[in-house]
DNA sequence: GCAAAGATTTGCT
DNA sequence: GCAAATCTTTGCC
């Protein structure tokens, strides 16, 4: 499936993550695709490295990274083998293990140097549809790291996995916008409106919501 | 080998 | 609203 199509396709759709702690689960509403060597925003612009392999390899699959040297980025990877793409996960709506996942945000807000206690006291304020809004914050709250790099996201027996949208569920408003974070990319590719958001959660990370299609 | 930058988040001015 | 925190990856000498 063509990665637009297919971002456009991940929104709605459950990130579930089972450890011993319990299952973790949320509702996917923001998603941006980076594609090909060609986007000067993606991974891939330099070719195949060590660190983007899987992204050239099998749809389906999980791309993590550290980004800033702090904070892991999860991405399903797109496209046929070969092609590299995938789609970066940048928010979800918590469904299951909320309080998990307040737990994991708190940990690891503590783990920083220079945390301070009112970090502490707004996390534990934070209402349960903003605790993971953000890449850094998905991974943070459902306790993802680099050892998930390579999951097949798509295996129902994965511990990580990808769950399809229940039927009952109102659909997804979907809205693109530009990428955020990416100012260092060349034009086109820094104006492309390949970010994707449900426009009616109130779950979305980012300020500029506006402006897309 | 070394220097620079980065798909972010938080804290302080 | 700006800069720090923090470390891996990439590019160049």
Same mark, same amino acid.
């Given at each position: 499936?063509?990665?637009?199509?297919?971002?456009?396709?991940?929104?709605?759709?459950?990130?579930?993550?089972?450890?011993?702690?319990?299952?973790?689960?949320?509702?996917? &509403?923001?998603?941006?695709?980076?594609?090909?060597?060609?986007?000067?925003?993606?991974?891939?612009?330099?070719?195949?490295?060590?660190?983007?392999?899987?992204?050239?390899?099998?749809?389906?699959?999980?791309?993590?990274?550290?980004?800033?040297?702090?904070?892991?980025?999860?991405?399903? &990877?797109?496209?046929?083998?070969?092609?590299?793409?995938?789609?970066?996960?940048?928010?979800?709506?918590? &469904?299951?293990?909320?309080?998990?996942?307040?737990?994991?945000?708190?940990?690891?807000?503590?783990?920083?140097?220079?945390?301070?206690?009112?970090?502490?006291?707004?996390?534990?304020?934070?209402?349960?549809?903003?605790?993971?809004?953000?890449?850094?914050? &998905?991974?943070?709250?459902?306790?993802?790291?680099?050892?998930?790099?390579?999951?097949?996201?798509?295996?129902?027996?994965?511990?990580?996995?990808?769950?399809?949208?229940?039927?009952?569920?109102?659909?997804?408003?979907?809205?693109?916008?530009?990428?955020?974070?990416?100012?260092?990319?060349?034009?086109?590719?820094?104006?492309?409106?390949?970010?994707?958001?449900?426009?009616?959660?109130?779950?979305?990370?980012?300020?500029?919501?506006?402006?897309?299609?």
């Amino acid at each position: 499936m063509p990665s637009l199509q297919a971002a456009r396709s991940l929104l709605g759709v459950r990130l579930v993550h089972h450890t011993a702690a319990g299952r973790r689960s949320g509702r996917i &509403v923001e998603v941006e695709a980076y594609i090909g060597t060609e986007d000067q925003a993606s991974h891939a612009r330099f070719g195949r490295t060590n660190r983007n392999a899987v992204m050239f390899g099998p749809a389906g699959r999980a791309y993590v990274y550290l980004v800033y040297g702090m904070y892991d980025c999860l991405n399903v &990877v797109t496209e046929t083998a070969g092609h590299p793409a995938a789609l970066l996960i940048r928010a979800v709506e918590p &469904v299951d293990g909320t309080d998990q996942m307040r737990d994991a945000r708190l940990a690891r807000a503590l783990r920083r140097a220079g945390a301070t206690a009112a970090t502490a006291e707004r996390i534990r304020r934070l209402p349960v549809h903003a605790l993971a809004t953000g890449p850094g914050l &998905v991974t943070a709250a459902l306790g993802i790291d680099r050892s998930d790099n390579e999951r097949d996201l798509c295996d129902p027996q994965s511990p990580l996995r990808l769950e399809v949208r229940p039927a009952n569920e109102r659909a997804p408003l979907v809205v693109a916008t530009p990428r955020i974070g990416i100012g260092y990319a060349a034009e086109p590719w820094r104006s492309h409106a390949w970010r994707f958001i449900d426009a009616s959660s109130p779950t979305v990370s980012g300020r500029d919501t506006a402006g897309g299609c």
